[in-house]
Structure formats: structure tokens, C-alpha cells
């Protein structure tokens, strides 16, 4: 089933809410290219985000993430794009998102994603002594740019990444006919 005939799907939220996972079914249900901004940006930068984050700082690493959404979002064929947890925090990747994007937040509590991400050592900004109060701030900064660019919030909460799947997609669906 292929919809979206003028927008993109672009997922955001929390760093390990699902936004790839969910992004992956999506795409494949909708038969759509998946992308997600994160190996993007590694593919632009040629190193993890990890390293770069290291040596360049996370400023210079928004910078990336901002032109590299922008590229993104400007291609023609539709596509389901998982965000990086940060990105709503620049204006002009808000902008974009609204304008050029079906916007699905995946709202997870910080909770939850800190027990999801206990053994993660991928996510720069968790790699701290208490990643849940990481979470727990970082859910309090972005939590209001996720709601200003979102279409749809699909909550989480106690469900399998297909359950989640399976209600993000009837959301857009639904969006779709009305």
C-alpha cells in the first residue's frame, strides 16, 4: 500500500523511542525508501556520530544534522524518515519538519527508555553516570518542539514496537482519508 502522495513520514522523539525500528515497518508496509538521519549524517561525516561528537562537539554536529535533514526533506520521492532525538531543538529543522513532513511523535516515557537502553553505548548524550535523569532532562527541553511539529503523538507506552507500528500507520492512514 503506498500513500503520502505529498508529504514525507518523518518520526521524532526521544533517543530510543523506536524511531527506526517503527520507521523500518512503516516503509516497508507503505512500500517507501526508509532513512534514517542518524547513519546519514555518518555516511556525510564519514565517522559515528560518537567520534564526531568527541572532537567536534554537539553545536557542530546540529550544524550537520540541519543540512542533512534539510537534503532530506527537500528530495522529491516521498520517503519515512527517522529524526535524530535532537533535531527539533534547531527552528529551522522545526520548520522544515512542518512544512515538508507528516509528523509522527513517538512518545515514550524516559522510564521506559532508560531500562530499553541500559546496555546502549551507541547515543552519545546517554553516555553519562545517570542516563534516565539524562532523559528525564532531555524529555523536559524537548517534549514541547516534539508536540509543535507533530501531526500525530503515539504513545508507547506497555506495547510491542508492531503494536506501536501497527498504530502509527492507521493514525497516518486515517490522516490520509479525512
Request: proline share 5%.
Amino acid at each position: 500500500m503506498t500513500i503520502l502522495k505529498n508529504s514525507h513520514i518523518a518520526l521524532v522523539g526521544l533517543p530510543g523511542c523506536g524511531k527506526s525500528t517503527i520507521g523500518r515497518y512503516l516503509a516497508k508496509r507503505w512500500a517507501l525508501p526508509f532513512v534514517d538521519v542518524d547513519a546519514a549524517i555518518e555516511e556525510h561525516i564519514r565517522c559515528t556520530i560518537r567520534e564526531f561528537f568527541a572532537r567536534e562537539g554537539e553545536p557542530k554536529f546540529r550544524e550537520i544534522e540541519q543540512q542533512v535533514l534539510a537534503q532530506l526533506l527537500s528530495r522529491p520521492k516521498k520517503m519515512v524518515i527517522s529524526t535524530g532525538g535532537g533535531a527539533v531543538l534547531k527552528p529551522e529543522n522545526r520548520q522544515q519538519l512542518i512544512a515538508h513532513a507528516q509528523v509522527v511523535y513517538l512518545s515514550a516515557s524516559p522510564h521506559e527508555i532508560a531500562k530499553r537502553l541500559q546496555r546502549d553505548t551507541q547515543r552519545p548524550l546517554l553516555q553519562v553516570d545517570n542516563p534516565l535523569q539524562r532523559l528525564l532532562d532531555l524529555h523536559a527541553v524537548r517534549d514541547p518542539f516534539y508536540k509543535e511539529v507533530a501531526d500525530f503523538m503515539v504513545a508507547g507506552g506497555g506495547l510491542s514496537s508492531t503494536q506501536v507500528a501497527q498504530r502509527v500507520a492507521m493514525q497516518v492512514e486515517l490522516g490520509q482519508h479525512s
